[in-house]
């Protein structure tokens, strides 16, 4: 997974290249700032981060015109780094603020919306509900059981490089929000995560 680092002077910024973001904790030093998201990409996406670092330093060879443009057409730590630079510069800018939408008019339904709308509301208590409930007891025992596999050396399948990988097992995490556990596993080409549940995964002995 491709990453941007922007680092200010106020705060720091990882940028996916997917468009997610992450924004650092107040007096969150760079190094742990990168560990605590490298842990949580390498969970979500199954894969290690190819993070490019950016700062001041990288704006300096640009043109002030340039800047002032683009700065309303960023956020974040980009935006911040942008703003330092034009301020020792002592160029004048304004960052823009979009105003919120006017709420349009509330429209009276016709009879025949009505109808639909009656319709695709029954149509949608009809079908099954197949969302996946989480059960985080359950999850928490998972979790306390495979502990004891930390340290062990296993083979899994890595869908990033499409081949299997050997590894040893450095920790164990719980996501809250899906529910999976996962193995942390430190090979020879990166640090991945592995649902302690998968078929794909091989004890070496």
């Known amino acids: 997974m491709k990453a941007k ?21 107040s007096g969150e030093s760079t190094e742990d700032f990168i560990e605590r998201i490298d842990t949580i990409i390498t969970e979500e996406y199954v894969e290690e981060v190819d993070l490019s670092m950016i700062d001041l330093s990288k ?40 105003e919120p939408q006017k709420e349009s008019p509330v429209e009276t339904p016709s009879a025949e919306d009505k109808l639909d709308e009656e319709s ?15 059960d985080l007891v359950e999850s ?11 340290g062990r050396s296993i083979s899994f399948s ?3 490089f499409d081949e299997v990988l050997t590894g040893e097992i450095m920790g164990i995490t719980l996501d809250k929000r899906s529910g999976f556990v996962q193995y942390r596993i430190k090979t020879e080409k990166g640090i991945f995560g592995k649902n302690v549940l998968s078929d794909e995964i091989t004890w070496e002995k």
């Open 5 to 25: 680092l922007f680092v200010s002077s106020t705060v720091k910024e990882i940028r996916l290249e997917d468009g997610k973001f992450y924004l650092s904790n």
């Open 59 to 98: 704006y300096k060879k640009v043109g002030s015109s340039a800047l002032v443009k683009k700065i309303n057409q960023t956020t974040g730590a980009e935006q911040a780094i942008i703003a330092e630079l034009l301020e020792s510069r002592g160029v004048a800018f304004e960052v823009f603020v979009n």
């Open 120 to 134: 695709l509301e029954k149509q949608i208590a009809s079908e099954p509900k197949t969302k996946r409930v989480i």
């Open 140 to 150: 928490q025992k998972v979790l306390d059981e495979k502990k004891k596999n930390i």
């Open 158 to 160: 890595c869908k990033k």
